[in-house]
Nanobody, 121 residues
């Protein structure tokens, strides 16, 4: 069994910063890709940032230059540093990982339950 646990969501004023964390736990053999998606009320879930293990991150155009993704591979934890937050960043942020379990090389996709980010004055 694999769990992705997000944390760090909060209410913040426009222009403020937050750091989200996603910790992956369980019988994990390899993590291939980890990233963040978000879903605002009434909208579809969208990509925020994603980074292959040992690779280069990809950012949505709306967050490029403001958000930074980083990974602590030893702890199977990924971070999303969000600066200069805007009201339109308000959403539930979900962690996503493509990984394989111990004893298997087949990657599967996993989601966390999400953490709420509210940007409002």
């Amino acid at each position: 069994q694999v769990h992705l646990l997000e944390s760090g969501g909060a209410l913040v004023q426009p222009g403020g910063s937050l750091r989200l964390s996603c910790a992956a736990s369980g019988s994990i053999a390899s993590i291939y890709v980890m990233g963040w998606y978000r879903q605002a009320p009434g909208k579809q879930r969208e990509l925020v940032a994603v980074m292959p293990t040992g690779g280069i991150p990809t950012y949505a155009g709306s967050v490029k230059g403001r958000f930074t993704i980083s990974t602590d591979n030893a702890r199977n934890t990924q971070y999303l540093q969000m600066n200069n937050l805007k009201p339109e960043d308000t959403a539930v942020y979900y962690c996503n990982a493509a990984l394989s379990l111990v004893g298997s090389r087949i990657p599967h996709n996993y989601w966390g339950r999400g953490t709420q980010v509210n940007v409002s004055s």
